[in-house]
């Protein structure tokens, strides 16, 4: 799979787009770390910085603290998304 990246207006958030459907019940927004979402979820909030993560119908935007760098954590979540 190869997951393309696309900046927002908001320099925080990224979106992530695997080329496959991400969420069949529409959109969904994880504000914070829970048990009780998929391993996915929770791999990308083991993330150091990542703050939430909204699912759309065919992308994952995640969104992370303003100390944090892309550089330091695109590459991990496009991983985890693979």
């Not at 990246?5 to 979106?15: F, G, L």
């Not at 909204?54 to 603290?65: R, T």
Request: zero cysteines.
């Amino acid at each position: 799979m190869f997951v393309q990246t696309q900046t927002t207006p908001n320099p925080n958030s990224r979106k992530f787009l695997p080329g496959q459907t991400v969420s069949k019940i529409g959109p969904y927004e994880f504000k914070k770390k829970d048990d009780k979402h998929s391993n996915l979820i929770k791999n990308i909030f083991s993330i150091n910085g990542v703050k939430s993560i909204f699912l759309g119908e065919d992308f994952i935007s995640v969104n992370k603290d303003e100390q944090t760098q892309w550089e330091d954590i695109k590459h991990i979540v496009i991983s985890l998304i693979n």
